[in-house]
């Protein structure tokens, strides 16, 4: 194999470097704020419903760049339904299945005129999206109610407790977090290097060694530090365990199972994968319903944050999700992404957010920034891909 | 000796890591047809991109010399200046407008702001006389076959005021009556002073139309050929192009033994899926038996995709009616699933388009139609999945240095051969095998026929659609002759000959 070139690298890590360079750029206009314990802790917290959000909008968008625009009116309804259920003094796990599952059911309608009628996604969502924004407000009555659940509250990232306590006793600092910390990147060498020898042994073709150990140091690097922040606050957010069992879990289903091969397979030649006898409405009905009960998860998440629940919530979250998988790396014509990218494009969303807040930049012009950011990165996509062809 | 109108000197043009053209001259004589052959990804179309300005002037070494003059195209309007026009092999016309407003799309007539539409079509009908098309100007594009398209096509160059004109595989997707038709309006041209260079597998029309022979192997020139003063036939053109000589094109099979019907279709019958009542397929009976070849011969649009389609798993068609039957067994087949199920395969034709997903490795698309053999409990299994890719790579001798490469990659032959790849993997007993030779050149065209004999051999059934004569009557043991949807003759292949097959085709027109 050939070793890669500095272009290729370029290319390959593109948007990895743009974060890296906006990071820098904040670090210095932030005097470092932007690292501190609190604020990384907050970028995780705040940006939870994009990372999962976003992870659901890849499936959609592999299938044909198909999106969709009603997952933020879901997270609302959803997450109403959750509240009054609670309200009314019922039990958390009751109200988290029903969300979880009307989430669902929500998906598997709007999945069944998308993948067995045919009707066009954008407009399939656009009416979902009127439809469950008014059914949100029909359920609250127009009126925000709070919640009061304590143990959905630690569980779901929201109130003063969504933390994982330390079972070592620390005060100021929280080992447990950091021993958590170094575990991870210990299985993430572990797994690397043992996949990559078995890899070795069946003859297939290996990237060099060389880079796939700065690779693994960097992510463990990464890593490590990362924990050592969410140490110096409170310790680990209860929020990135649901965050990191969405991304490990997505990141499986689109890489070893076959509706993951479906999905790359129908968004790159429809005809072609009909032809191979794989029935190609399935990864259609698959990507939204599964939209949808990510979109259920995701107004748990912000429900729980905001410890209530109103009318208003969630909207533009879809738009966020959308740009994420771009940002991202996801092709705007099918498929073509992978969750590895959702996570870049997420995180380099709320670093920006992040960024411009401690500046004291003003909202209006945050959304100019980031509308530009997602344009710059597309234009960069297509020019690398022209130049590839 | 005429003039020579077109001299392109030592051209060479790498891209990323491979030397496509190589130190390659052409000369071309004012009022000639020229052919250029080669197999594919010999460099012929590279050479003719340069020549047109789609690689513009700088990124390829060399000099062109067009009319006396060292020319210095950055862009096709540039080449289109000078009277130079290429017509792709992949038709560029839009389908849902008409054809005066493809004639003229990019160069309107009438002013700068204003489109003159009488003098358009005006236009448009003055060069469809040119080239014989009696349709309209105002006919959509989408509703005339693809032999009047073409025809279109040279219109439009002409409308150009095309003096040297490029035909890129002219003739790929068209039937034996309309290519006919077309080198005979290639040689009109040439009496009215036309300078033609037209690149082609199908030797038999180069050795028609052409009166000088350039040939293109890995990117260099291997020769030339003048047919006034050489004696040109297929074999020693095949000879240049593959660099040894093939005795037989069409191997040879031994120890196959034809055993028991396996697929047989009774009064078989659809209709279009659009256009309610239209029969694509008409009353159509046919059997194969294991360990045979039969092939269908029948001209584009006589119904054979459709047939076959119908037949995997109901893929095209509405109102289909009749009888199929697996190994004696009647069976109906809802779904290409179903149909893989029942030990079916049917090998598209055009794979690029409904074959294989080019952005995506060999491995990933050789599995495609079985990924069960490589899965448990719908999780795929990496090493598996690798071992059969590499396996059928090497079965197939397809050429990649991994298995991991792109199709989009690869040659036409080689893409062809993983599209096989993916259905033998898929384990089928029956074949349905449209067109799977067209567009790829002798050498590969020898191997895809190899394989099809030892497909054979391990008692399999093969159906093979194709519209090339030759290949029907060399590697069938039965034909069937399809016209207008309907069988019009059966023969076994050592009774069929060029001539009866297409008596048999003009005979069921005339029925009519």
């Known amino acids: ?389 | 000796m005429g003039k020579i109108i077109l001299e392109m000197k030592n051209i060479t043009k790498e891209f990323p890591g491979v030397k496509a053209l190589d130190n390659v001259n052409l000369q071309v004589e004012e009022g000639e047809i020229h052919a250029l052959v080669g197999e594919n990804g010999a460099g012929k179309s590279t050479l003719m991109n340069v020549l047109s300005g789609v690689y513009p002037y700088g990124t390829y070494s060399g000099d062109i010399i067009y009319n006396g003059e060292v020319c210095k195209f950055t862009k096709i309007k540039d080449s289109e200046e000078k009277g130079i026009v290429i017509i792709h092999q992949e038709l560029a016309l839009v389908p849902l407008m008409s054809i005066g407003e493809n004639m003229f799309l990019g160069n309107e007539k009438g002013s700068k702001n204003h489109v003159d539409w009488n003098k358009t079509y005006q236009e448009a009908d003055k060069y469809l006389k040119m080239v014989g098309l009696t349709d309209s100007s105002h006919t959509l594009i989408k509703d005339i076959g693809t032999g009047k398209q073409q025809l279109v096509e040279i219109a439009k160059a002409l409308a150009k005021q095309a003096r040297l004109l490029i035909l890129d595989e002219p003739t790929s997707s068209l039937n034996e009556e309309d290519s006919k038709a077309l080198l005979d309006l290639m040689l009109e041209f040439k009496k009215q002073g036309m300078t033609m260079i037209i690149i082609t597998h199908k030797l038999n029309e180069v050795v028609y139309v052409a009166d000088k022979i350039t040939i293109i192997r890995d990117g260099s020139t291997v020769g030339g050929m003048d047919c006034k003063k050489d004696v040109i036939d297929e074999a020693h053109i095949i000879k240049g192009m593959v660099g040894r000589e093939i005795t037989d094109r069409f191997p040879k099979r031994h120890d196959v033994t034809v055993g028991d019907i396996s697929l047989e279709v009774k009064d078989w019958s659809v209709e279009h899926p659009i256009y309610a009542g239209r029969k694509v397929v008409d009353h159509v009976n046919f059997n194969v038996k294991s360990g045979e070849v039969v092939g269908i011969y029948g001209l584009m649009g006589a119904g054979r995709t459709e047939l076959s389609m119908s037949i995997f798993g109901q893929s095209y068609g509405a109102n289909i009616k009749g009888k199929l039957f697996i190994k004696g067994r009647e069976k109906v087949l809802k779904s290409p699933r179903e149909a893989i199920n029942e030990g079916l395969a049917y090998v598209t034709e055009s794979r690029k388009v409904n074959g294989l997903i080019l952005s995506n490795s060999i491995k990933i698309n050789t599995t495609l139609a079985n990924m069960k053999d490589v899965s448990t409990n719908n999780v795929i299994d990496a090493d598996k999945e690798y071992a059969a890719a590499v396996e059928y790579k090497e079965k197939l001798r397809t050429k990649t240095p991994t298995v991991e490469q792109n199709v989009g990659n690869l040659s036409g032959g080689n893409m062809q051969k993983v599209l096989l790849a993916k259905w033998m993997f898929a384990n089928p007993d029956i074949l349905i095998l449209d067109e799977p030779t067209r567009g790829i050149d002798v050498g590969a065209k020898y191997e895809i026929y190899c394989i099809i004999n030892d497909l054979v051999k391990e008692g399999k059934s093969v159906v093979m659609i194709s519209s090339e004569l030759p290949e029907v009557i060399g590697m069938s043991d039965r034909i069937y002759v399809m016209n207008e949807g309907r069988f019009v003759a059966e023969m076994p292949s050592d009774q069929a000959t060029q001539e009866n097959i297409m008596a048999a085709i003009i005979q069921s027109g005339k029925g009519r």
Request: net charge positive; charged share 10%; hydrophobic share 55%.
């Open chain 1, 1 to 389: 194999m050939k070793s890669m070139t500095l272009s290729g690298f370029v290319k390959k890590y593109t948007m990895v470097i743009a974060l890296i360079l906006v990071l820098i750029l904040f670090v210095i206009t932030t005097q470092g704020k932007i690292l501190y314990a609190q604020n990384i802790n907050n970028l995780i917290s705040q940006n939870a419903y994009v990372f999962v959000l976003a992870t659901g909008m890849l499936l959609c968008i592999l299938t044909g760049g198909n999106i969709d625009l009603a997952c933020g009116s879901v997270v609302c309804f959803t997450g109403a339904i959750g509240a009054v259920i609670m309200n009314r003094g019922g039990n958390m796990f009751v109200a988290v299945l029903v969300m979880l599952l009307i989430g669902a059911l929500v998906g598997a309608w709007q999945g069944f005129w998308v993948a067995f009628i045919k009707v066009p996604p954008f407009i399939t969502t656009l009416a979902g999206m009127y439809a469950f924004r008014g059914l949100s407000n029909v359920v609250l009555e127009g009126y925000a109610i709070g919640i009061s659940d304590t143990l959905f509250l630690n569980v779901f990232g929201g109130g003063a407790d969504c933390y994982i306590g330390d079972l070592f006793g620390g005060t100021d600092f929280n080992v447990l977090c950091v021993i958590v910390g170094v575990l991870i990147a210990a299985a993430i060498i572990l797994v690397t290097f043992i996949s990559r020898a078995r890899a070795k042994k069946n003859g297939y073709t290996v990237a060099p060694f060389a880079g796939v150990l700065i690779k693994t140091i960097v992510i463990c690097a990464v890593v490590v530090w990362l924990f050592y922040k969410l140490a110096q606050y409170k310790g680990i957010p209860t929020v990135l365990i649901w965050i990191s069992i969405v991304l490990l879990a997505y990141s499986y289903i689109t890489k070893n199972t076959r509706m993951g091969r479906y999905l790359y397979a129908v968004g790159s030649n429809e005809k072609a994968t009909t032809l191979s006898g794989i029935d190609s409405r399935m990864p259609y009905f698959f990507a939204y319903t599964n939209m949808g009960f990510l979109s259920g998860l995701a107004g748990i998440l912000t429900v729980a944050r905001a410890t209530q629940a109103q009318p208003t919530f969630g909207q533009g979250y879809e738009m966020d999700a959308i740009a994420a998988c771009f940002i991202g790396g996801a092709s705007a014509y099918g498929g073509e992404g992978n969750v590895f990218g959702v996570i870049i494009g997420a995180v380099l969303m709320g670093v920006i957010n992040q960024g411009m807040s401690i500046m004291g930049i003003e909202a209006n012009y945050q959304k100019v920034v980031k509308g530009l950011v997602l344009l710059i990165s597309i234009i960069f996509d297509v020019l690398s891909n022209r130049k590839k062809s």
